[in-house]
T-cell receptor
Framework: EPEVTQTPSHQVTQMGQEVILRCVPI?????FYWYRQILGQKVEFLVS????????KSEIFDDQFSVERPDGSNFTLKIRSTKLEDSAMYFC????????????FGPGTRLTVT | AQSVTQLDSQVPVFEEAPVELRCNYS??????LFWYVQYPNQGLQLLLK??????LVKGINGFEAEFNKSQTSFHLRKPSVHISDTAEYFC????????????FGTGTRLTIIP
């Protein structure tokens, strides 16, 4: 069964450093998403991406965040200058055009900012 | 905007006993409803969804949920739980039209007692 994959599973970085979280969505999916979950809190929407552009973003997704689909398979989330409060689990998800509401999630990347 | 409330953060249940995990939502527009499950160290897996039609929906692993529009609820039930059901369960909604972002509840940790 096809699945969404994410790398790395755990990333530790120092405050102020740039990090790139990588995701490989399901191959025939066209809609891509990033969510995050701060420890003990709810899963929150960050951004949705379709046709090589952002279709919606939350207030959390400020100028330090960016997303990119650099090739036909990867979908990345970049945090330019990490802050302590960026420590969270980041989930990538994808969906196809017939059922954009049915999103398939990856296992997540745990980001720890020290 | 939508919001989701999961009233119980933790639910301990004896093995083979029934369980109900509660979910209430608030929305000014019609929504699709979902339950996701997160097993330890894994990503979010879709358990079941309500799109339209019969208000009782069945999902994987013997779970079912009932949509109650008047009470704006979507409670998850299982008649007999197993040790393997130990996980975090998230209720989520997305509006019929417009963006595809999922709005999640804070999750319920289901612990099965042998």
């Amino acid at each position: 069964e096809p699945e969404v994959t994410q790398t790395p599973s755990h990333q530790v970085t120092q405050m102020g450093q740039e990090v790139i979280l990588r995701c490989v969505p399901i191959s025939n999916h066209l809609y891509f998403y990033w969510y995050r979950q701060i420890l003990g809190q709810k899963v929150e929407f960050l951004v949705s991406f379709y046709n090589n552009e952002i279709s919606e973003k939350s207030e959390i997704f400020d100028d330090q965040f960016s997303v990119e689909r650099p090739d036909g398979s990867n979908f990345t989330l970049k945090i330019r200058s990490t802050k302590l409060e960026d420590s969270a689990m980041y989930f990538c998800a994808s969906s196809n055009y017939r059922a954009t509401y049915e999103q398939y999630f990856g296992p997540g990347t745990r980001l720890t900012v020290t | 905007a939508q919001s989701v409330t999961q009233l119980d953060s933790q639910v301990p249940v004896f093995e083979e006993a029934p369980v109900e995990l509660r979910c209430n939502y608030s929305s000014s527009v019609s929504v699709y409803l979902f339950w996701y499950v997160q097993y330890p160290n894994q990503g979010l897996q879709l358990l079941l969804k309500y799109l339209s039609g019969s208000t009782l929906v069945k999902g994987i692993n013997g779970f079912e949920a009932e949509f109650n529009k008047s009470q704006t609820s979507f409670h998850l039930r299982k008649p007999s739980v197993h040790i393997s059901d130990t996980a975090e369960y998230f209720c989520a909604v997305t509006p019929y039209f417009g963006n595809e972002k999922l709005t999640f509840g804070t999750g319920t940790r289901l612990t099965i007692i042998p």
